[in-house]
């Protein structure tokens, strides 16, 4: 059983209205920056951005924007929402639902990772150049006829401009650097020349790779001027928050070395006269959390008597579960859909200590579709979980607890869950398009940089992207502040063991979902069945 707490309107009406407010929105958002900076602080949560702790980021913040609603796309974990500020949509229209993914048409035995470049190539190739099934960001300011530059410690950072093709004069001299390569690959030998080699060994914080990759920007790739659109993708405090947990010690040195990181990038643009004709918008992809309870699924899935692997060792057989693990949530494909077993595993994991929301490809009692939090793409598995949390704190002092997959232990830090200290994550703005010590209450997301930032520079996509531009925050805007709306939407089942329960928590402006949060409990016993 679904409940829902607010109705909206018709869809007839919903598109009539966004279609006049998105003529409306381009008309007054185009803005006056030459230029466009992200900054990416991988796993930044919010609350640590503080005068004493990240003074460059604070200042930053007084002098323009804080998003103090600021969203994760669903699942909360980095190649999706990379994906999502990239192409301005939900994973339902790029195509990108994971971190890792079971495609047996790029790889039949075992999972894949999705940011790295074999992946990549054979997956453009199956598709005819949409592995990503949208233009990112960066390759709209190319078509328009502008340079782009993009750094990142990551692999993931690749996915901004992923094209070995590239065929227009600004494409060619676009470079992406992804975590030790580069697009052009010849492009790599230019920043060696100047850095020497990236470094091979990862600390704890990760000054020294982030440090060569913020310079790899700034005194390589702006060498012979800003160009229109860059972006800078640092390794923290997410690496050292999953080798730590938040708030300790090592993570909060690590946002210290990510706000040295800003401070060069701020210096660079102010030798090169630029900083006040640029946007600089730094963001997380996502939250964090700490790992209460390590639980390996799959283990607990064959002792409940399924066939689930992690790798085929043979030809996979019908009813087998291939078992993805995500971190905070998990996906599960049954071999050629098989009902039955999809059933059982449903309510498997609905009388289990460790499920919080469950999301279904065809209808099952006690879940909601994939479709509710836009993960329904082609590829997408037949159940995913995203596992249970609660507010309490870990040992630093840091709230937010939450189960996860088997290949963090307990004690150290991770996401990906549908926990609003996952899913709400940093963003602040400043430059000449945006207001001075302005704070935004209202819902924004990850989803809304690429439209926000085509419009600054008025470039027009082409089509409706899922995200919005957010002309409360901008200067010289002539529409009245958006509105929120929230919903939330329940779903019960009563087993013969007891009661489960799930809910997801949406807000949305101007037709843009931004998820708050999700969690789910099983309650056991008769006396549970017969409350509901």
């Known amino acids: 059983m679904i409940k829902k707490s607010l109705r909206w309107f018709t869809a007839a009406a919903t598109v009539a209205v966004l279609f006049c407010v998105d003529l409306a929105v381009a008309a007054a958002a185009k803005g006056h920056a030459e230029h466009v900076v992200i900054v990416i602080w991988d796993g930044m949560r919010p609350e640590f951005v503080r005068e004493e702790l990240t003074p460059t980021l604070w200042k930053l913040s007084r002098a323009g924007v804080t998003f103090q609603n600021h ?40 999972p894949m990772s999705r940011e790295t470049p074999d992946a990549l190539i054979r997956g453009d190739q199956l598709s005819g150049g949409k592995y990503l ?69 990862v600390d704890f914080p990760n000054r020294p790779q982030d440090s060569w990759t913020t310079r790899a920007l700034t005194d390589v790739l702006w060498k012979e001027g800003v160009p229109k659109f860059s972006l800078l993708w640092l390794s923290d405090p997410d690496f050292t928050q999953h080798h730590t947990a938040p708030g300790s010690a090592k993570a909060l040195a690590a946002m210290k070395s990510s706000d040295d990181h800003l401070a060069t990038v701020l210096a660079a643009l102010e030798a090169k006269k630029v900083r006040d004709k640029t946007d600089v918008l730094v963001v997380s992809d996502h939250g964090f959390a700490t790992v209460e309870r390590s639980v390996d699924v799959t283990t607990l899935l064959n002792d409940a008597g399924f066939s689930a692997v992690t790798k085929f ?42 499920a919080g929301v469950l999301f279904t490809r065809e209808k099952a009692e006690g879940t909601f579709p994939l479709g509710h939090v836009q993960i329904d793409t082609r590829g997408a598995p037949d159940v995913v979980m995203a596992f249970r949390w609660h507010d309490g704190a870990n040992e630093f002092g840091a709230r937010g607890l939450i189960h996860a997959d088997w290949k963090r232990g307990a004690g150290h830090g991770t996401h990906a869950t549908l926990s609003k200290f996952d899913m709400h994550n940093t963003m602040i703005a400043a430059g000449p398009d945006f207001r001075r010590g302005f704070v935004n209450d209202l819902p924004t997301g990850n989803i809304d940089l690429a439209p ?50 799930q809910y997801l928590q949406i807000s949305r402006v101007r037709g843009t979902s931004y998820f708050d949060e999700g969690n789910g409990s099983f309650t056991a016993g008769r006396e549970a069945v017969a409350a509901e």
């Open 71 to 110: 969203h994760a796309l669903y699942p909360s974990s980095t190649e999706v929402n990379g994906t999502g500020i990239a192409t301005g949509v939900h994973p339902r229209r790029n195509g990108l639902m994971g971190n890792w993914e079971y495609r047996p048409e790029i790889d039949p035995e075992k």
């Open 133 to 201: 099934a949208l233009p990112t960001l960066a390759e709209r300011v190319q078509a328009a006829g502008h340079r782009t530059a993009i750094a990142g410690t990551k692999w993931g950072t690749v996915l901004q401009d992923r094209s070995r093709q590239r065929e227009s004069a600004a494409a060619k001299d676009s470079v992406v650097f992804f975590g030790r390569s580069a697009l052009p690959e010849a492009a790599l030998e230019s920043f060696k020349k100047v850095l020497g080699a990236f470094p091979e060994r």
């Open 313 to 354: 060792k043979e030809e996979p057989r019908r009813g087998q579960i291939m078992v993805v693990g995500n971190g905070g949530s998990v996906f599960f494909y049954v071999i050629e859909r098989d009902p039955a077993v999809r059933q059982r595993l449903v309510e498997f994991l609905q009388g289990s200590d460790f």
């Open 452 to 501: 926000t930032i085509l419009a600054i520079l008025g470039i027009d996509s082409g089509e409706r992207l899922d995200g919005r531009v957010l002309t409360e925050a901008m200067v010289h805007r002539e529409l009245p502040a958006p509105r929120a709306e929230t919903e939330r939407i329940e779903a019960t089942r009563q087993l013969p063991s007891g009661l489960w329960r």
